[in-house]
């Protein structure tokens, strides 16, 4: 008999370094890549690989994320699946969850009503693609209490990450440290490290176990990655999965093993930029393992106008339906649906999300501009940083981002 699973997705991400884009709604809800949410990647994967009981543990701001999640990701209930959100509800205590391993800990009713043997925790706001089959295997067989998704990434990046160091064997965590000065490289590769994804696979009995203990210390940070984990590898119970033996149907040489947190607005950014290239470096067209959405009724993307320099064309670029391109130039960019650029407007290297609109002759240079954005003619974004800076957010990188339905001075 195959064994019993429940996944559970971490999506409570307050995602203040996205701000403005995180302004009123949830870090897992924000719009990606034209057409999806962050959290549909996550689901997709899980969705794909055959685990369908999926419940949404939800916190800041969740209504539109609530929203998608109801509206998109419909399971058979005659077979008894499921995606569903589920906010914190109070049950052990007047207090909201106070963090990743509090919102598993009041939420121990969901594994109680699914009897499962396995949990898979999974984040919700990673861009990546991940054949969680293959995990949950590689755990059962070892027989660890939990174990962990790991990326190799070099060593004089270690401060940047989670670091999961493990044993002469490669597999057995000997350490769980955030960010470390001092990270020791791999076995097999000194020059390497194990950066951990913020996924996980847990014997449902030990999940319980460490999490019940967790919550009786007050002094605890009640996270997953901070506090949980370093629990089970100090017990001798955590495993490492090594992400570059996951195998995902239809990835291709250039995007196999692509994985990104786009906590930034510069990463979230450069995630977008890896969508656009001839071979992409992150490939969206990989129909064997399909990204899952909500598909609106929109109309095919519309390019008009072809009068001397009036000529509506994209190059480099993914263009959503419901857009229409009008006498335009688009380059190197990423357009949602229902964007309208008019005429003699130039723009590139942007992210234009549902909605927006560009007037004429305006210009539009590494930006993103977030749902129902309106540039009136002739203004410009991103040619003078300095003029930006006083009025819209600008990155560490010099990507300006203008917040959701802001309308542009001119």
């Keep these: 008999m195959a064994a019993k699973v429940l996944a559970i997705v971490l999506a409570g991400g307050e995602g203040k370094r996205l701000m403005p884009l995180t302004a009123d709604r949830a870090k897992p809800a924000v719009p990606f890549g034209g057409m999806y949410r962050m959290v549909d990647f996550v689901l997709s994967n899980l969705a794909n690989a055959g685990f369908l009981k999926i419940v949404v543990l939800t916190q800041y701001k969740s209504h539109s994320l609530d929203r998608h999640i109801t509206k998109t990701w419909r399971m058979s209930t005659l077979l008894g699946n499921y995606v569903t959100p589920v906010p914190a509800q109070q049950r052990r205590g007047p207090w909201w969850f106070a963090g990743s391993a509090d919102a598993i800990y009041q939420s121990f009713n969901l594994i109680n009503d699914e009897q499962p043997d396995y949990v898979i925790v999974f984040g919700a706001d990673h861009i990546y693609r991940m054949d969680p089959r293959q995990m949950v295997d590689d755990h059962i067989a070892s027989g660890a209490a939990v174990t962990v998704a790991g990326i190799r990434q070099p ?34 590769a000194p020059d390497q490290i194990y950066a951990s994804m913020g996924n996980y696979v847990f014997s449902t009995r030990a999940l319980c176990e460490v999490v019940e203990r967790d919550a009786a210390d007050k002094t605890s940070k009640h996270d997953m990655g901070g506090s949980i984990i370093p629990m089970l590898v100090e017990r001798g119970e955590a495993n490492v999965y090594d992400f570059k033996d996951n195998e995902v149907p239809g990835s291709t040489d250039r995007d196999r093993g692509y994985w990104r947190d786009v906590g930034t607005l510069d990463s979230f950014y450069d995630a977008h930029m890896d969508l656009i290239n001839v071979h992409p470096v992150f490939n969206l067209y990989n129909f064997d393992w399909p990204i899952y959405t909500d598909q609106p009724p929109y109309p095919p993307a519309k390019f008009v106008h072809q009068w001397g320099e009036r000529v509506g064309r994209a190059v480099g670029s993914m263009i959503s339906p419901g857009a229409v391109i009008s006498g335009s130039l688009v380059e190197n960019s990423v357009v949602s649906p229902k964007v309208k650029v008019h005429s003699w407007a130039q723009v590139d290297g942007a992210v234009l999300m549902e909605g927006v609109e560009i007037g004429r002759h305006a210009v539009v240079r590494r930006a993103i501009l977030d749902k129902n954005v309106f540039v009136p003619e002739g203004a410009e974004i991103g040619v003078d940083l300095e003029k930006d800076r006083q009025r819209y957010t600008v990155s560490d990188n010099g990507v300006v981002v203008i917040g959701k339905g802001q309308r542009v001075e001119p």
């Design 155 to 188: 060593l004089s990046t270690a401060d940047q990450f989670g670091v999961i160091e493990v044993g002469p064997d490669g597999k057995r965590i000997t350490s769980f440290r955030e960010k470390p000065t001092d990270a020791v490289g791999l076995p097999d």
